[in-house]
């Protein structure tokens, strides 16, 4: 452990030596820098001018939810990408790829591939049927009450597991990069991404996504090419000194997931959840036609894919350029590899615009997440389920700004709760786990199956959202790390003083027996001094009986201790594949058991639309 | 959709065709894409031996790096292949079963 912080410290004062562009090789994150201010700045300025801009454009329900389907292909691509590209992707992925190396690469991946499935699945049934929200789908010929409430309850739960990494991932960087408290970044966070979606709606959420794209693509490529620049462009020297400086199983699987049920658990969540994910699925009502939404797509996928492999290089660069001890001190979770790195290869400016545009990207998510939020709020479970459709657009908009702002400020209060977790794992583990098992299986079973009833779709969502729920609480990153965390940090910290006093107890009898005199010198004594040579022996065996016998005692309070520590009831941390297959079984189920002869007579309708368009909004 | 029925549509041998041929581009896009996810999740959770060989005798790079970063690169090249089906035989077809139910 300490040669490894010694390589670390010799590995940054070479860096900082041989790039000259610090003078101490010690990290200046958690002082207030003005070039991340003047950037931060310049960013809210600007989108906020956007904001002011949409808010005159922003007038019908229409233009709230969908920006009036005035956004283009590519645009939407860009903002789908930008939805996609969080503080999870960014932050998360990078530490760790840096501090769990390739199993890092599993969450890349994973996040990637659920894409195409969209594309080829649910991408133009989805822009065809719907309106704003994908509830507008799965109750298209069903009935409506029923669905838009558990589709808002689904809707919810993801938004807000997803709402909270987000603004976690915001204190975090807040507090690190500037030495403020990580409170007042939830606030400043929070009354910003109010704004934006409260006077701009879908318009305002956009731009803001888009700008903060271009932003993110553009410092995340400059950081690769200067980690590049460093390995004289070879990828293989990266890896070579990754595998150098840590071990060879550094690049190969297992860092993190021992069990293969939990890998390929994780493996469906983060595939499926993305095609259940609220905010993502509302952008395709935000363009004209199923044709513009396809195309933006087919963009998302190459900006994402693209995107992916940058952190991926911006983690590996991570562990070798910054070390994992010295990004260990910023967090255990590693969530500040990537702002680390760029500190220590471009300097504290370019670690200022690379803080701006993380905590821009922060924003830009949480907006879209509480747009989707808000809309489920107020579309399905106002409009749809308590006035029965009967609202009009000004009341509809107005519900959706009230729960904009309700949503904005319980996000701040549960984001304190969960200080200190990995972003990446808490949306991987947790809204995409309810994302695939509250809301994707019905929306798919809903486009698919013409035998798929109202009753199976409603108990299809609920158990998807509720078994989710109480699994990824009964699992050990909940129930053990935030649930008992108190029990868990007492345990571990009693343990290590039993530790500790072993220790003590082995230099004790240590040199009790380096005390006593060898047999072969005790044999060449006089016999007065090989009496008491004798008698200091005997004193020495009898304190190392004693030392020992105290030590065993500590060894089985230690194991006593050790059972204290909590267990989670569910081993796994990932559990989508449990509640997904619920998900899915149940549906069937119910649709074989039930019958409903108005939702079958519906389909004709529902595929002349599906696939030609003909009556979509 | 004033010159034919719900049911003339459905009928309709042209809109049969468009709608097979949707569902097999899709299901076979999404079918490889399901084994080549799966293909690379099997080997993380099952043969991780596999992937930690050496690209060559001697460097550190595994196989599982080009691997990974292939399985990104040949999704977004399936999304292309579908986008290219899409905008040249897909759109064409519903043009013209549109231009003739008078949808």
Known sequence: MMIQILNDVTMLTAVAQVAAQAAVPTSTIGQLHVTSVTFFLLFVASTLGITYWAAKRTRTTKDFYA???????????????????????????????????????????????????????????????????????????????????????????????????????????????????????????????????????????????????????????ILVLLVLNKMDFSYGNLFQQAADKYKTSFLEPGGMYKDPLDTFSLALALMFGTAGLPHILMRFYTVPDAKAARKSVFYATGFIGFFYI?????????????????????????????????????????????????????????????????????????VGVIRRGEANEKEE?????????????????????????????????GAFVIAA?????????????????????????????????????LSPTVYVDIIHKSEKDAVTK?????????KEIDAQIETAKKGMIAPDVLAKLKKKEKAAAEKNNAMALAAVDTSSKDKETLLTSKKAESAKMPVAPVKYKNVGIFSMSAAFLIGILISLLTSEKEAADKFAGVKIREYLGIGAE | M???????????????????????????LG????????????????????????????????????????????????????IWWANTKYDEMVKKIRERIGG
């Open chain 2, 31 to 82: 079918i490889v894409q399901l084994v080549l996810f799966y293909g690379f999740i099997y080997w993380v959770a099952l043969d991780k031996p596999f992937l930690a060989k050496k690209m060559t005798e001697g460097k550190a790079m595994t196989i599982g790096i080009p691997i990974a970063v292939g399985t990104i690169l040949v999704s977004w090249v399936l999304t292309g292949i579908y």
């Open chain 1, 67 to 221: 920006a009036g389907r005035s956004v283009t292909g590519l645009q939407n691509g860009l903002a789908l990408a930008g939805d996609y590209m969080s503080a999870a992707s960014f932050l998360g992925i990078a530490g760790l790829v840096a501090m769990k190396g390739y199993d890092g690469l599993i969450y890349s991946v994973g996040w990637l591939v659920g894409w195409p499935i969209i594309m080829f699945l649910i991408s133009e049934p989805l822009r065809n049927l719907g309106k704003y929200t994908f509830a507008d789908v799965v109750a298209f010929r069903l009935k409506q009450r029923p669905i838009r409430a558990a589709a808002a309850a689904g809707s919810l739960a993801t938004v807000l597991a997803y709402l909270v990494a987000q603004m976690v991932g915001a204190g975090d960087l807040f507090s690190l990069m500037f030495g403020l408290p990580f409170e007042l970044a939830l606030v400043l966070v929070g009354a910003l991404m109010i704004s934006y979606v409260l006077f701009g709606g879908m318009i305002a959420t956009t731009w803001v996504q888009i700008i903060k794209a271009v932003l993110l693509l553009g410092g995340a490529t």
């Open chain 1, 310 to 382: 940058l952190t991926v290089t911006i983690g590996f660069g991570a562990a070798v350029l910054v070390g994992q001890s010295a990004i260990a001190k910023f967090g255990a979770g590693g969530n500040m590899a990537a702002p680390l790195l760029a500190e220590v290869l471009g300097g504290s400016v370019f670690l200022g615009f690379l803080a701006a545009v993380a905590f821009a990207t922060i924003l830009a998510v949480v907006a879209g997440l509480t747009l989707a939020g808000a809309s489920a709020l107020s579309h399905d479970l106002y």
């Open chain 1, 494 to 502: 009693s343990v290590a003083a039993i530790d500790g006093k072993v």
């Open chain 1, 437 to 473: 098992s509250a809301n994707f299986p019905a929306l798919l079973m809903s486009l698919l199956w013409k035998r798929f009833t109202t009753m199976a779709a409603v108990v299809s969502m609920y158990t998807g959202l509720i078994v989710s729920l109480v699994l990824i609480v």
């Open chain 1, 397 to 429: 908009v107005k519900v959706a700004k009230i729960a904009t702002v309700g949503l904005g400020i319980a996000a701040m209060f549960l984001a304190v709760l969960f200080k200190g977790q990995n972003v990446a794992f808490m949306v991987g583990g």
């Open chain 2, 2 to 28: 004033a010159k034919m029925s719900k049911e003339e549509i459905l009928n309709d041998p042209e809109f049969k065709s468009l709608v097979s041929q949707k569902n097999t581009i899709s299901w076979i």
